[in-house]
T-cell receptor, first 114, second 109 residues
């Protein structure tokens, strides 16, 4: 196991609602990245947090936002949910940001928007 | 053109076979490369990093060709437990991480 945990494991929401997903990073890891994985696709980078600051963002609209806490755990918030937001949301932690560090994934949260 | 491209497969091979996957990337400034495996409805798990000199881990061999901008994964003596989706990952500095769509492998008895 990677030591990265996510909650909840499954979630069903209605279009227009808001959702918060949570992630606890592996011990000693100060960097957390969030990914969205639609069915049959590879994970797509949403954003990364390093020491409580957003360190970079992929091609996702502002209604996707996040936080990182002093203990390096993190939240992903999605407002005004759309049907296309249905996906597996993955959190990955790493020792530091940067291209050479390995990311370790949590089990994911499966979000269904109806 | 996608930044990272993989043959989606599926690859259907018998136990004991050797199978190879390729992955091409478009950003010549890419810095690091990885292979992850993902079982159905599970999270991706690191299989191996890919180094310029090539590297081997048991039955798995990964290679990088910077000139042609592709990485490869070779699996020898396939096992039933190797059945999974194999994801190619390319990082190009800072936070930018790009996953391929994955290649599905089915190993049959």
């Amino acid at each position: 196991e990677t030591g990265v945990t996510q909650s909840p494991t499954h979630l069903i929401k209605t279009r227009g609602q808001q959702v918060t997903l949570r992630c606890s990073s592996q011990s000693g890891h100060n960097t957390v990245s969030w990914y969205q994985q639609a069915l049959g696709q590879g994970p797509q980078f949403i954003f990364q947090y390093y020491r409580e600051e957003e360190n970079g963002r992929g091609n996702f609209p502002p209604r996707f936002s996040g936080l990182q806490f002093p203990n390096y755990s993190s939240e992903l918030n999605v407002n005004a949910l759309e049907l296309d937001d249905s996906a597996l949301y993955l959190c990955a932690s790493s020792l530091a940001p940067g291209a050479l560090t390995v990311e370790y994934f949590g089990p994911g949260t499966r979000l269904t928007v109806t | 053109r996608k930044e990272v491209e993989q043959d989606p497969g599926p690859f259907n091979v018998p136990e004991g076979a050797t199978v190879a996957f390729n992955c091409t990337y478009s950003n010549s400034a890419s810095q690091s490369f990885f292979w992850y495996r993902q079982d159905c409805r599970k999270e991706p798990k690191l299989l191996m990093s890919v180094y310029s000199s090539g590297n081997e881990d048991g039955r798995f061999t990964a290679q990088l060709n910077r000139a042609s901008q592709y990485i490869s994964l070779l699996i020898r003596d396939s096992k039933l437990s190797d059945s999974a989706t194999y994801l190619c990952v390319v990082k190009s500095g800072g936070f930018k991480t790009i996953f391929g769509a994955g290649t599905r492998l089915f190993v049959k008895a």
